[in-house]
């Protein structure tokens, strides 16, 4: 039954979630305890309420849910509407088309956009198109890095990755540090910073030649 009930539920969260839905989701979820208790009673009609809830609804977490029994080694427990977030619809902003190529907000938008990598675009989804590090908004122009929160950049789950500033990034590594393993070489994307020192060393070499040449 738990089975048959949790996508019927999840479904019907979800697609009401951009409404004002709270007090509906409030109201469903004691409709269900209702109807489940009635249930319970049904099949055990000369036991106590008590003794239904500790059989039906143990406790998940810090609170009571139905659920099989947590001794069984793949218990599954129901889930309520409650649980959905409500996320309000947030309409397109002026004339804006996925055609004109601001490929920064479609990312933060829907997470996806042809123009930036799977993994970029969900971080700035995540992160609703703000840098971890400094908190300010990205620009369409701004340089972005992929950022391993622990320092280990063999650990990419999503969990473990953010998106930051390319000058943010390495004022993270010249603050905390990152954890590289012994003979890993530091495969850091290209920064703003180091860009400008490898023109600054160009430039200087261009004029020691040029020095060079003079003096011939």
Same mark, same amino acid.
Request: charged fraction near 30%; hydrophobic fraction near 30%; include cysteine.
């Given at each position: 039954?738990?089975?048959?009930?949790?996508?019927?539920?999840?479904?019907?969260?979800?697609?009401?979630?951009?409404?004002?839905?709270?007090?509906?989701?409030?109201?469903?979820?004691?409709?269900?305890?209702?109807?489940?208790?009635?249930?319970?009673?049904?099949?055990?009609?000369?036991?106590?309420?008590?003794?239904?809830?500790?059989?039906?609804?143990?406790?998940?977490?810090?609170?009571?849910?139905?659920?099989?029994?947590? &001794?069984?080694?793949?218990?599954?427990? $129901? #889930?309520? *509407?409650?649980?959905? =977030?409500? +996320? @309000?619809?947030?309409?397109?902003?002026?004339?804006?088309?996925?055609?004109?190529?601001?490929?920064?907000?479609?990312?933060?938008?829907?997470?996806?956009?042809?123009?930036?990598?799977?993994?970029?675009?969900?971080?700035?989804?995540?992160?609703?198109?703000?840098?971890?590090?400094?908190?300010?908004?990205?620009?369409?122009?701004?340089?972005?890095?992929?950022?391993?929160?622990?320092?280990?950049?063999?650990?990419? &789950?999503?969990?473990?990755?953010?998106? $930051? #500033?390319? *000058?943010?990034?390495? =004022?993270? +590594? @010249?603050?905390?540090?990152?954890?590289?393993?012994?003979?890993?070489?530091?495969?850091?994307?290209?920064?703003?910073?180091?860009?400008?020192?490898?023109?600054?060393?160009?430039?200087?070499?261009?004029?020691?030649?040029?020095?060079?040449?003079?003096?011939?």
């Amino acid at each position: 039954m738990i089975n048959q009930l949790n996508p019927n539920i999840r479904g019907w969260a979800n697609y009401y979630r951009i409404g004002v839905s709270q007090a509906v989701y409030a109201r469903l979820d004691h409709l269900t305890w209702v109807k489940l208790r009635r249930w319970a009673h049904r099949r055990h009609p000369t036991k106590s309420i008590g003794w239904a809830l500790e059989r039906y609804w143990p406790r998940v977490g810090t609170r009571r849910a139905f659920a099989t029994s947590p &001794r069984r080694p793949e218990a599954v427990y $129901l #889930h309520t *509407h409650q649980e959905v =977030a409500i +996320t @309000r619809h947030v309409k397109v902003t002026g004339n804006r088309s996925p055609d004109e190529g601001d490929w920064m907000y479609w990312s933060i938008r829907q997470g996806r956009h042809p123009n930036a990598s799977p993994r970029l675009a969900q971080l700035l989804k995540t992160q609703h198109g703000r840098c971890r590090y400094c908190g300010l908004f990205f620009q369409h122009d701004d340089r972005m890095e992929v950022d391993h929160r622990n320092g280990d950049r063999r650990d990419s &789950r999503y969990s473990n990755l953010q998106a $930051l #500033h390319g *000058h943010g990034h390495d =004022a993270k +590594t @010249r603050e905390y540090g990152d954890y590289l393993p012994p003979g890993m070489p530091d495969r850091h994307q290209d920064t703003e910073e180091r860009r400008a020192r490898k023109r600054a060393c160009a430039v200087l070499e261009q004029r020691e030649a040029e020095r060079s040449a003079s003096r011939l």
